[in-house]
């Protein structure tokens, strides 16, 4: 399976399991839901994901919700975004973040998504008026958890860059106005913009 449509199916997986649920029943309706068959090597290839996934979502919370859209504004635009899980337990927030990345470079990837990490926390601590007592990334495909700051000053400052970053989209139209990166991913989908002359 491609990582981009492997990502979605266990994003969709995380979405509806729920603990009584035959978790490879559902990864087979979910696969064939993507116009896949479900056979041994697939099961096989997502049974990691699946069982990082469980071991990590308990269900004894006072309330939990999946893939929870959010809509914040900043300045004069809203951002829209989806938290993969909220666990509330005693009037504070646990935000979690699935990622199903290959995990050859766990510093950089922690890097790259601390920021939207960040953004969750700071989108639900505005939204809800709660407290956020942890913000994790959840690599699945080794089951590692790792937090990610949260406190007011992390939070002021995510919230201050990602400011300046509309500002400085609202005022350059061009795309040579904008650096280019040294480190594109192959599998991105704009990665063409970074090879333009």
Do not use: W
């Amino acid at each position: 399976i491609d990582s981009i449509t492997k990502g979605e199916i266990i994003h969709k997986f995380c979405q509806y399991y729920k603990k009584g649920i035959n978790p490879a029943r559902l990864m087979e309706r979910i696969v064939n839901s993507f116009g896949l068959e479900y056979n041994r090597d697939i099961e096989q290839e997502l049974k990691v994901y699946m069982e990082n996934y469980i071991k990590h979502c308990s269900e004894d919370y006072d309330i939990f919700y999946t893939e929870k859209e959010f809509y914040l504004k900043v300045d004069d635009v809203y951002i829209r975004g989806k938290i993969d899980r909220i666990n509330i337990r005693d009037g504070k927030a646990e935000i979690l973040d699935f990622k199903t990345n290959r995990v050859c470079n766990k510093e950089n990837l922690v890097k790259m998504y601390e920021p939207q990490i960040q953004l969750y926390a700071n989108a639900f601590k505005r939204i809800a008026n709660m407290e956020i007592e942890r913000a994790a990334i959840v690599f699945l495909e080794t089951g590692e958890m790792v937090e990610i700051r949260t406190d007011k000053e992390s939070l002021e400052k995510n919230y201050e860059d990602l400011r300046e970053f509309i500002r400085f989209i609202n005022s350059n139209n061009s795309i040579r106005q904008y650096e280019k990166t040294d480190a594109c991913e192959t599998y991105c989908r704009y990665n063409i913009l970074c090879t333009m002359n």
